[in-house]
C-alpha cells in the first residue's frame, strides 16, 4: 500500500424500502467513478450491504486529511447528495462518519481486475466505551494488531475511533466465511466479549457484510 491509513469514512446508507436495489446499483456506479486513479489520496474505498437489513455502507481510508476533504467533495459524494431523496429513507451523515484509524492490516490477496479485491464478506463491529474507560478501550483495539496479524484469513482489518464520543469500531474483510468465522472465534473477538462488563457500556453490536466493490492504492 502507497501509506498507512490514519483517519476514515464509514457512512451508512439506509435504503427506502422500494429502492433496495437501486441503492446497490448506485453504489456499483460509485465504484467506477472511484476507478482509474480519480481520488489519489483515497487509499481503500469499500461498497457494503449490511446482512439481514435494507442498509448499505461505504467506508474508505486516507493518510491526510486533504484526501478525506477531497472525496467528500468528489464524483461519488456529490451523486449521493444528488440521489439520496429518491433512494434512502433518511439522508446520509457524512459529517457523523469522519473517525481515527488506531491500527490497521491491509494485506489483500485479490487480483486488481476484480472489483471486490478478493473480498466476498466482513464485519463492522460497533462498541461504546464506559466514560471511564475510553483510553482502555483506544489501548485495547491498539494491541489487538499484533493478534490479528497472526489470522492468515484476516486480510484487511480497521480499528478505528469516532473522535470526541466513546464509541470505537472493528471493521474487516474477508474472502469468504471461513474467515470471518474463524475471526468471531478468534483471540481479539474473545478478548472483546470478555471485557464486556469493564470496558463497555454494553455488548459489541455486531453486523456482518456483503462486499460489493473494492478499490486499493
Excluded: C
Excluded at 456499483?28 to 486513479?37: E, F, R
Excluded at 446520509?92 to 478478493?118: F, W
Amino acid at each position: 500500500m502507497s501509506a498507512e491509513p490514519k483517519i476514515g469514512l464509514l457512512v451508512p446508507l439506509h435504503a427506502k424500502p422500494d429502492q433496495v436495489g437501486a441503492v446497490a446499483d448506485f453504489l456499483n456506479a460509485g465504484y467506477s467513478l472511484m476507478t482509474g486513479n480519480q481520488e489519489p489520496e483515497t487509499l481503500q474505498w469499500f461498497a457494503v450491504k449490511y446482512e439481514n437489513q435494507p442498509a448499505y455502507a461505504i467506508f474508505d481510508t486516507f493518510a491526510v486529511e486533504s484526501g478525506r476533504a477531497a472525496h467528500t467533495s468528489g464524483k461519488v459524494a456529490d451523486a449521493l447528495r444528488a440521489n439520496a431523496g429518491t433512494l434512502l429513507a433518511q439522508p446520509p451523515d457524512i459529517a457523523g462518519g469522519h473517525l481515527d484509524i488506531l491500527a490497521s492490516k491491509v494485506k489483500p490477496t485479490g487480483p486488481e481486475s476484480d472489483v471486490k479485491k478478493g473480498l466476498a464478506v466482513g464485519l463492522r463491529v460497533l462498541v461504546k466505551a464506559k466514560e471511564s474507560k475510553i483510553s482502555a478501550v483506544r489501548e485495547f483495539l491498539k494491541g489487538a494488531l499484533p493478534l490479528v496479524e497472526a489470522e492468515e484469513e484476516t486480510p484487511l482489518w480497521y480499528a478505528v475511533e469516532w473522535p470526541g464520543t466513546n464509541t470505537f469500531g472493528i471493521i474487516d474483510f474477508f474472502a469468504g466465511p471461513s474467515g470471518l468465522e474463524k475471526h468471531l472465534k478468534g483471540e481479539v473477538a474473545k478478548a472483546l466479549f470478555a471485557s464486556v462488563d469493564e470496558l463497555l457500556e454494553g455488548p459489541p453490536d455486531v453486523v456482518k457484510t456483503e462486499v460489493l466493490g473494492v478499490t486499493l492504492q
